[in-house]
């Protein structure tokens, strides 16, 4: 019969890479951690660790399983919180990756808020562009743009209509002229974003009446610089060095306070629809539900402050 306690010991060693450090945490021994280990290998009947004298890492089969312990050690968890502090009540630690740029400038200061408004939840941040996987990492909510391609995961909406936008300062705008045509960018400096070593510089642009198929206009940019950190791209814009192409959320409060002009508002740009997302229906809590209302009318309060700059049917620059 399979323990808890092992279950526990071969989720925490695959979080941290290391029996001793997995030991030390759970205050147990080394040896006690291996022949936890060991004996929920003999168990299943698999091998979940290749070791060697200075390295452990997991098998195949050990990254299978370890999902479905995880996902084990959650659900014991939620009954537990259940019985104990009742389903409706809002608290608990919550373990949340988010974006660079909209994590530092906005979502921050929004779990601040509403913080104050539950103070029994407290939170685990992760901040970063790179999409965190949910079934190594240990985390409970994954804030993220775009579509979500992994039907195993749950996707709650929280800004489902936002795009892209063309930005840049009014300086830079001075100094360099209006755009009037979308293929005028190729005489701009454009600050591209890259991840994973790949410069994003293929910009899609969309006409009245295409919403989410091909793109009706690609245009491939060039610029002087580029960074794998959004946020990092937006404040290259705001000091006036080049034109980014940014998530509307991104850049609300820079839009807002004259940092940032749209160029071409009539355009339509790339969808960057935001979700809340999980790994499990059971980590839909009440805290979980009440997070993503709250996170859902921080983001139409940021729409609204931006409305106003209607779509025109003609895709500037499109033949």
Same mark, same amino acid.
């Given at each position: ?206 006409? &009245? !009446?295409? +919403? %989410?198929?091909?793109?009706?206009? @690609? $245009?491939?940019?060039? #610029?002087?610089?580029? &960074? !794998?950190? +959004? %946020?990092?791209?937006?404040?290259? @814009? $705001?000091?006036?060095? #080049? ?6 959320? %991104? ?69």
């Amino acid at each position: 019969m399979l323990r808890l306690d092992d279950l526990t010991v071969f989720v925490r060693t695959a979080d941290r890479g290391s029996l001793s450090a997995a030991a030390r945490e759970l205050e147990i021994s080394p040896a006690l951690a291996s022949v936890a280990v060991k004996r929920l290998e003999s168990e299943l009947g698999l091998r979940l660790f290749a070791r060697t004298t200075r390295s452990l890492r997991l098998t195949e089969e050990g990254e299978r399983y370890l999902r479905h312990a995880r996902g084990a050690l959650r659900m014991l968890q939620d009954g537990h919180d259940a019985l104990t502090e009742g389903k409706e009540a809002l608290g608990g630690v919550l373990k949340i990756s988010m974006p660079s740029d909209l994590g530092r400038n906005m979502l921050v200061g929004w779990l601040d808020q509403f913080q104050a408004l539950y103070p029994k939840v407290s939170y685990q941040l992760s901040v970063g562009d790179r999409v965190t996987d949910m079934y190594r990492q240990p985390v409970d909510i994954a804030i993220r743009y775009g579509r979500q391609e992994d039907s195993n995961l749950i996707a709650l909406p929280l800004a489902p209509g936002n795009r892209r936008v063309l930005v840049a300062s009014p300086d830079y705008i001075a100094r360099h002229g209006a755009l009037t045509d979308l293929r005028d960018l190729a005489r701009h400096n454009c600050l591209r974003f890259m991840l994973d070593d790949v410069i994003h510089d293929r910009w899609n642009f969309y006409g &009245a !009446d295409v +919403a %989410d198929g091909a793109p009706a206009l @690609a $245009v491939h940019v060039q #610029g002087d610089r580029s &960074a !794998d950190d +959004a %946020d990092l791209v937006r404040r290259w @814009a $705001v000091a006036g060095l #080049g034109v980014a192409y940014k998530s509307r959320l %991104d850049v609300s409060d820079d839009l807002g306070a004259g940092r940032l002009v749209v160029l071409m508002p009539q355009v339509q740009g790339e969808p960057t629809p935001l979700h809340m997302v999980c790994m499990h229906r059971s980590q839909v809590s009440a805290t979980v539900l009440r997070l993503r209302d709250f996170l859902r009318e921080q983001c139409e309060q940021c729409e609204r402050g931006q409305a106003g700059t209607g779509l025109a049917p003609p895709l500037p620059g499109a033949a």
